[in-house]
């Protein structure tokens, strides 16, 4: 599976939206691009994943640049429940293999 | 639909002793992963199971550690002979099955927080 290098923290302002950036220029054609996240000790929760093109559920948006080396993670409106630790993975399938992520710190 | 359950929750065990800890995956789901998360560490994938079959274990420890995924019945992550260095969280997470990496996601439980003392 291909690296990915994310930001260790980042801060976002309550009710603003969040972008989360990551890295995997060494990416392979048959690899996605998924978000976790983990919530202080809690079990890793499975945000969005995509391919090619951008995505959109009901937690967040995912942007892949069309030379899909890098992409963004979007929470257009982060609470205070959103602080956590976000992990951007390359992935085809099998084991995940978790980097130290960025830890958003989302403030009032 | 259920998530992902894991039990006990909390496990406490002495040195020497044996730990197991369980994972039933969520309904429909037939692939089981075990991960560790050492205090103040990352996550660490262990071992993948489908029903009856180990299919990658490159990150268990190669003593004392076992898996299994029963044709009935939950996965079992077994600690045998346990020291102070396994007190860590234990994942279990399940994937449903599927032909391509689109439908891997995976769906965490909520860790075993094993103490050895």
């Known amino acids: 599976d291909a690296k990915t290098t994310q930001p260790p923290s980042m801060d976002c302002a309550e009710g603003r939206a969040a972008n989360l950036p990551c890295n995997h220029s060494?990416?392979?054609?048959?690899?996605?691009v998924y978000w976790y996240r983990q919530i202080h000790s809690q079990g890793p929760q499975y945000i969005i994943h995509g391919l090619k093109n951008n995505e959109t559920n009901e937690m967040a948006s995912l942007i892949i640049t069309e030379d899909r080396k890098s992409s963004t993670l979007i929470l257009p409106h982060a609470t205070l429940r959103d602080t956590a630790v976000y992990y951007c993975?390359?992935?085809?399938?099998?084991?995940?293999?978790f980097g130290q992520g960025t830890e958003l710190s989302v403030k009032p | 639909n259920a998530g992902v359950m894991q039990n006990p929750r909390h496990l406490v065990r002495r040195r020497g002793q044996e730990a197991r800890l369980r994972c039933s995956p969520m309904?429909?789901?037939?692939?089981v992963y075990w991960y560790r998360q050492l205090p103040e560490e990352g996550l660490k994938f262990m071992v993948y199971l489908q029903k009856e079959n180990i299919i990658d274990e490159s990150g268990m420890p190669k003593e004392r550690f076992s898996a299994e995924f029963p044709k009935e019945g939950p996965s079992i992550l077994r600690i045998q002979q346990v020291v102070r260095g396994d007190s860590a969280a234990y994942f279990c997470a399940s994937s449903p099955p599927g032909p391509a990496a689109s439908s891997y996601e995976q769906y965490f439980g909520p860790g075993t927080r094993l103490t050895v003392t």
């Open positions: 060494t990416i392979s054609g048959n690899e996605y």
């Open positions: 309904k429909g789901h037939s692939h």
């Open positions: 993975i390359a992935y085809q399938g099998g084991k995940l293999i």
